[in-house]
C-alpha cells in the first residue's frame, strides 16, 4: 500500500507541473489568401427604384470569384482585388484588399452568409487609418 501512494505522488508530482506548463493551442484568426469557398457566386435581389413614370426594377447583387468581389447597383460598381479573408464568427467572414476601379485605396467588407442568403457591408479606411462603415448592412440577397 505504501508503494503505491509513493508511485501516485511521485507521479503526480512530475506530470502535475508538465501539464500545466504545456503551451496553449491559439486559434487566432488567420488571414487567407482569396475568397471562402462557401461565399463564392452570385447573389441578387431585384429592387424597386424610383416612383410614377420613372420607376422601374433594378438588381441589387455580389458576384464573389476567387480572386475577387464585385458589388452592382443602379450606378457605379464596387470591385474588390487581391482579395484576403478572415472568418470572424460561424456566418461571418471578413473581406479586404484594394478597390479596383476608382480609388485604388483598401476596403474591407464585412460578409454575412446563412444558408442561400447573403447580407454584406463596405468599410473604407479613413486617414486616421482605421475602417469607418459605409452605410448599413444591406438586404439579404439570394444565391442565383
Known amino acids: ?7 501516485a ?3 503526480l508530482s512530475i506530470g502535475l507541473p508538465l501539464a500545466l506548463n504545456a503551451p496553449a493551442t491559439a486559434h487566432a484568426a488567420k488571414w487567407h489568401q482569396g475568397t471562402p469557398k ?3 457566386g452570385t447573389w441578387e435581389r431585384r429592387v424597386t427604384v424610383g416612383k410614377g413614370k420613372s420607376q422601374f426594377k433594378a438588381t441589387d447583387g455580389v458576384k464573389i470569384t476567387k480572386k475577387g468581389l464585385n458589388a452592382y447597383y443602379v450606378g457605379d460598381p464596387f470591385v474588390l482585388g487581391k482579395i484576403k479573408y478572415q ?6 467572414y471578413v473581406l479586404k484588399g484594394i478597390e479596383m476601379i476608382n480609388s485604388l485605396k483598401p476596403y474591407k ?9 447573403l447580407k ?3 468599410y473604407y ?4 487609418g482605421h475602417f469607418d462603415k ?3 448592412m444591406g438586404a439579404w440577397l439570394s444565391k442565383k
Open 9 to 11: 505522488a511521485v507521479s
Open 109 to 117: 467588407v464585412r460578409v454575412r452568409q446563412v444558408g442561400k442568403r
Open 125 to 128: 479606411q479613413a486617414k486616421t
Open 1 to 7: 500500500m505504501k508503494k503505491l501512494l509513493v508511485m
Open 120 to 122: 454584406y457591408v463596405e
Open 87 to 92: 472568418k470572424a464568427s460561424k456566418h461571418i
Open 38 to 40: 462557401v461565399l463564392r
Open 134 to 136: 459605409m452605410g448599413k
